[in-house]
């Protein structure tokens, strides 16, 4: 190994080992959607070899490879820790795929470190995990089309740009629809001939066909909502807006300071690499820049919520930036300055983000454990959060806290993700539910008869909260202290 390449693994190992401390000092990290996908792991097991099972097994959702990492933490941890262990592997895997990127065209190893800054953004805290899993492939497709290899028809180039596009169509159909708009708009703007572009794209018809064949089954089973068009592409344009796309987890000064820094750094990058008389520079690295500005691009003019996705346009940001710090030159200044800095910005970001969430753990989800460990096998549970926010994190990191007793125990929930059209396990036939729809994200909207459709209800609130709704409602407490509390429903249960 040279030089170089033994510095470039250190760094990544560096790398990996400050993005995998927040996931080592909790047991509930703040990601908002993360019970719901682990809890898809224990449908799936009550599911296969049992035809009575109210649900089925989609095996080919363009959305399933992703469970086969959860799955695989399930079988080696337990069902509690499986999810946040999914995430920490998918954290060491996007570090290891942006150091390889960066490697791959001798890009710089400090820039790609401060990369793994990006990590921890909004696409994290809200779970999109399905979303965080594609990053790797997507990053992939990108070497075979970019530079030398996105001329190369031969059977090997074929078939490997055949199979990247089979695991984003089963990991992720908006990264796919990214691949191949990228296939067509690159060839086309980079000047690959038109015989090899044809014969690249018919190359991947199949995976297309096979995604156009699925999508109306997505809308025949309800996965469509109104389209949100959100601010307008100037407006986003302002430092809050960024800010909240390209990072927007943690609240506080941190990620202003580390967002700070690398627009810091990219200014000193196109500054370096301004040619000016007869000095040598370091090039830019065009395709990946242009790649940079598609992601910019879909960020600014997008809608921020369409066919059911929350956050459609915001989630493009933190790739756009992690691809303009591998394509702009890293500043001139010394290699091991510029390594220290993102060491430290990195170090910076996830020992803030590992504080926090202990302190979120400790503050915010007190009495949850006691909770969960107090439910019997398979109950009927209904989850009300009447917190919604706090000061540590953004977001609504408590949304889906609830489904950890399906995740625990089994059962059923007021709401699961297997209610929607795309998930791997979803419910055989439409569940229409007797009970009030959208108490995840409304809890006041509840109503007395509500609760008779369940056995328990797991509740969030203050002590003034915990007080109104055992004078309101049919609810016995099961336990009697902390933010999240056990309640047994009492009344008579209707039929059925």
């Given at each position: ?101 960066a490697a791959a065209r001798g890009r710089s190893a ?212 992690i691809l303009a710090l591998l394509a702009i030159p ?133 002590p003034d909260v915990h007080q109104a709704i055992v ?26």
């Open positions: 190994m040279t030089p170089g390449a033994r510095e470039r693994a250190l760094l990544a190992c560096v790398a990996g080992v400050l993005v995998a401390v927040p996931f080592l000092v909790v047991r509930f990290p703040p990601i908002t959607d993360l019970p719901q996908h682990v809890a898809q792991i224990r449908l799936l097991l009550e599911t296969v070899g049992h035809p009575e099972s109210p649900y089925t097994v989609q095996w080919l959702t363009p959305y399933a490879l992703v469970y086969g990492l959860i799955g695989t933490a399930w079988a080696s941890v337990g069902p509690m820790a499986a999810g946040r262990v999914a995430m920490l592997a998918i954290g060491l895997l996007w570090v290891g795929t942006i150091h390889l990127l400090a820039a790609a470190t401060l990369a793994c800054t990006l990590f921890f953004s909004h696409v994290l805290y809200w779970g999109f995990y399905n979303f965080l899993f594609t990053w790797p492939f997507f990053a992939m497709w990108l070497v075979m089309t970019t530079g030398p290899r996105a001329r190369r028809t031969g059977w090997t180039d074929l078939g490997l740009l055949l199979g990247c596009a089979v695991l984003l169509y089963a990991s992720h159909i908006l990264w796919l629809a990214v691949a191949i708009v990228w296939l067509v708009g690159s060839g086309l703007l980079f000047r690959v001939p038109l015989r090899v572009l044809a014969l690249r794209v018919a190359c991947v018809a199949p995976v297309l066909l096979v995604a156009a064949l699925w999508f109306p089954h997505l809308a025949q089973r309800g996965f469509r909502s109104p389209t949100v068009w959100g601010p307008n592409p100037l407006a986003r344009l302002w430092p809050g807006w960024l800010m909240g796309a390209g990072l927007g987890g943690l609240t506080g000064p941190v990620e202003g300071l580390v967002l700070g820094a690398i627009a810091l750094w990219l200014a000193l990058g196109l500054w370096a690499a301004w040619p000016r008389g007869n000095r040598t520079h370091e090039a830019i690295e065009w395709e990946w820049l242009v790649a940079s500005g598609l992601l910019l691009t879909m960020a600014l003019l997008l809608p921020i919520l369409h066919t059911n996705t929350i956050r459609f346009a915001q989630r493009w940001l933190p790739f756009s930036i890293a500043p001139r200044l010394r290699p091991s300055l510029l390594q220290g800095l993102a060491v430290c910005l990195l170090a910076v970001l996830t020992l803030t983000t590992a504080t926090v969430w202990r302190t979120f753990e400790r503050s915010n989800l007190s009495g949850l454990q006691g909770a969960l460990d107090a439910l019997p096998p398979r109950p009927r549970v209904i989850g009300l959060d009447y917190v919604g926010s706090t000061p540590l994190v953004a977001g609504r990191p408590f949304l889906q806290t609830f489904a950890y007793a399906q995740v625990m125990r089994g059962g059923t929930l007021n709401f699961s993700f297997a209610e929607f059209a795309p998930s791997l396990v979803v419910y055989a036939e439409r569940r229409r539910t007797p009970w009030t729809g959208g108490l995840e994200w409304f809890p006041e909207r509840v109503r007395a008869g509500d609760f008779l459709y369940f056995d328990y209800a797991l509740v969030n609130g203050g004078d309101r409602f049919p609810l016995v407490p099961v336990t009697t202290s902390g933010s999240w509390r056990l309640y047994a429903t009492s009344g008579p249960k209707p039929p059925g």
